[in-house]
């Protein structure tokens, strides 16, 4: 259900490649809540994935660009305004790689070529959009920008690697250029820190469905889907959440808060028995 909460509002979306993308379901209810926008990934994604039908579903143009490149965003930013006619109110930086991950390396054995990448692509890339806006004046007064991250920034989650790293950055330069817009021209900077979502890039973490069993049975209210996550986006973007700015807003079911949990305990439990005999009937409720 449409309640125009983004009537008369242009933005720019990153990283939507295929249904199952959060960036994808932010586009399509951008466009349902009235948004007119560009969606933007990199070359090689828009030729592997399915970003053009999501451009002609939502009447948005599709422009490939390399976000770490300087260059390519400044035509980004400038012809975005240009087929938009006007300012930008809202971004998303839906953005996240790590070539130690594809490659396997343990954490303890970074390649630090690969980790520059990773930090590159999946944090750095949120400063250089802020201050290619910034140096254009591009986005309107009272504008939001998000980055979507994740609590492995704050928690150590085995298998999540470098990429942990990156997310730290990534609230940081949200918490430092939030500070900077916000004064000159009242613009929003926050993070979401969203659940493990079954992504193209949440697929390539170790251990990945292990992880989203673990966070199901720990939040009170589940694990937040794509859908759901695309709705406090849109919230985020709208007038509602004009004074909400520097923070990183945990979406998670209430995983962040929670230490253990019964339905999290009851498996534990279970996965004493392991090594135990064929036969046991050990109650291991208070090993």
């Not at 400044?74 to 070539?99: A, N, T, V, Y």
């Not at 589940?222 to 959440?241: P, R």
């Not at 520097?246 to 979406?251: E, G, P, S």
Request: charged fraction near 25%; include cysteine.
């Amino acid at each position: 259900m449409s309640h125009n909460l983004l009537k008369g509002k242009r933005g720019i979306i990153f990283g939507a490649l295929n249904e199952q993308s959060i960036a994808w379901k932010v586009a399509e209810r951008a466009h349902e809540e009235g948004a007119i926008f560009t969606l933007t990934n990199t070359p090689v994604a828009l030729r592997m994935g399915d970003t053009n039908k999501l451009g002609e579903k939502c009447n948005a143009e599709v422009i490939g660009v390399d976000a770490t490149n300087v260059e390519d965003l400044e035509m980004l930013i400038s012809r975005s305004m240009e087929i938009l006619g006007g300012k930008i109110d809202f971004i998303l930086h839906s953005i996240g790689m790590s070539p130690n991950v594809r490659k396997g390396k343990h954490y303890s054995e970074l390649d630090y070529n690969l980790l520059d990448k990773t930090l590159d692509v999946s944090a750095i890339s949120f400063h250089k959009i802020l201050q290619v806006c910034r140096k254009q004046d591009a986005l309107n007064r009272w504008a939001s920008v998000l980055g979507l991250s994740y609590i492995a920034a704050q928690r150590t989650l085995v298998g999540y690697n470098d990429m942990a790293d990156a997310k730290s950055l990534l609230e940081s330069i949200a918490r430092s250029f939030g500070y900077i817009y916000g004064r000159e021209r009242n613009v929003r900077v926050n993070t979401i820190s969203q659940s493990p979502t079954p992504t193209t890039a949440g697929g390539g973490i170790k251990g990945f469905d292990g992880l989203l069993d673990f966070s199901e049975r720990m939040s009170p209210l589940g694990n937040a889907t794509a859908a759901e996550c695309a709705d406090y986006c849109i919230v985020m973007f709208s007038d509602l959440t004009k004074k909400v700015t520097m923070q990183n807003l945990f979406h998670d079911g209430g995983f962040s808060n929670m230490g253990m949990s019964l339905r999290a305990m009851d498996q534990y439990n279970k996965g004493l028995c392991d090594d135990c005999d064929p036969d046991c009937n050990k109650d291991h409720k208070y090993d």
